[in-house]
């Protein structure tokens, strides 16, 4: 396990659910960022990659990486402690997209490209419920970008991810469209999302989900993990026709409402895992926090989960 720590609470929670849904009563189905929804029936398993495919996918990967972006919560000078890591992607002009919960409250933020140059990025506009941000980094002229595709994809299609996942460097991953319009089953995760079997982790948060023609269809934003330990991973689509990009050009930000208590630590999540659960959380962290799910206070958390959980106030 590295101690790479995500970008935002959103992300944190995603660890905690990559961690513990294989035990949990709430589990997604293993074939689940698609045509159903993801507490819904299950799709049948996708067929894998052929050598072809894999091939092909593999050459997309090395001609398509030096339009991909490492993404820090840190000043472009002084990076040797960032805040988060997630992963981004040119689209030209030097416009980036990614991940809203990846750049999510940060302070300062810095993109590294393949040639370990690192460059300032600022936030132009945000769609915090759609969980989607684009950005513009400070890349010279001339440096590649993807473009977007012109038409959705299809289930069944051969799929690359390239990202940040697990302390790498703008890695490849490579899967399944396995469905469409996936429902996250939570309200402060996209709904409408593409549905892969790529094996994602965090990290790959805000990466360019690409097909076989080297078009983005979509940008990476959340994993699930199923009893039986088969990674899903969630994309949030993008087109060429896409209206929110046009949007975020001209500034537009917009926040997503929030009405009821939520709580607003990162381990939320952890309150409503069922006792015995609870139990397992509890004791692996040395948190003293009894049997009993509920809310507790925020807290500091030893470095021992992929990300590393920071105090909070």
């Known amino acids: ?7 935002a609470p959103r992300g944190l929670m995603l660890t905690l659910t990559l961690l513990l849904s294989a035990g949990s009563a709430q589990t997604a189905s293993p074939s689940t960022p698609g045509s159903t929804a993801a507490q819904g029936a299950r799709p049948a398993p996708a067929k894998a990659l052929s050598t072809a495919e894999t091939i092909e996918l593999r ?28 992963t981004g992607f040119l689209i030209g002009d030097g416009y980036a997209l990614t991940a809203y919960h990846v750049v999510q409250g940060a302070k300062t933020l810095s993109a590294q490209t393949l040639d370990k140059k690192r460059y300032s990025v600022e936030v132009i506009g945000y769609e915090e419920q759609s969980d989607i941000a684009l950005l ?9 970008f993807l473009p977007l595709a012109a038409a959705a994809p299809a289930v069944g299609d051969a799929l690359l991810g390239i990202g940040n996942g697990g302390g790498t460097f703008l890695t490849s991953k490579t899967g399944r469209l396995t469905g469409l319009n996936a429902d ?17 982790v ?7 989900v690409v097909n076989a ?5 979509g940008v990476v934003s959340y994993i699930r993990v199923a009893r039986d330990g088969n990674p899903a991973s969630f994309a949030v689509p993008v087109t060429q ?35 015995e659960l609870f139990t397992r959380f509890s004791e692996f962290f040395k948190l003293d926090l009894g049997s009993t799910p509920g809310a507790f206070s925020p807290m500091c958390i030893p470095t021992r989960l992929p990300p590393r959980l920071a105090c909070s106030p």
């Open 184 to 200: 996250a089953g939570r309200a402060d995760f996209p709904a409408g999302t593409l549905q892969m079997n790529a094996p994602l």
């Open 136 to 144: 513009k980094v400070n890349v010279p002229a001339g440096t590649p």
């Open 1 to 7: 396990m590295n101690a790479i720590q995500l970008a």
């Open 241 to 275: 026709s896409d209206a929110r990009v046009a949007d975020f050009r001209n500034g537009a930000k917009r926040a997503a409402p929030v009405i009821g208590i939520a709580l607003a630590n990162e381990l939320s999540q952890a309150s409503a895992l069922p006792a």
């Open 213 to 217: 023609k080297g078009e983005v269809v």
């Open 202 to 208: 965090p990290g790959d948060s805000g990466g360019p």
């Open 59 to 86: 050459a997309l990967f090395q001609k398509l990486r030096p339009a991909t972006l490492r993404l820090e919560h840190c000043p472009p000078t002084n990076c040797t402690n960032p805040g988060g890591v997630g």
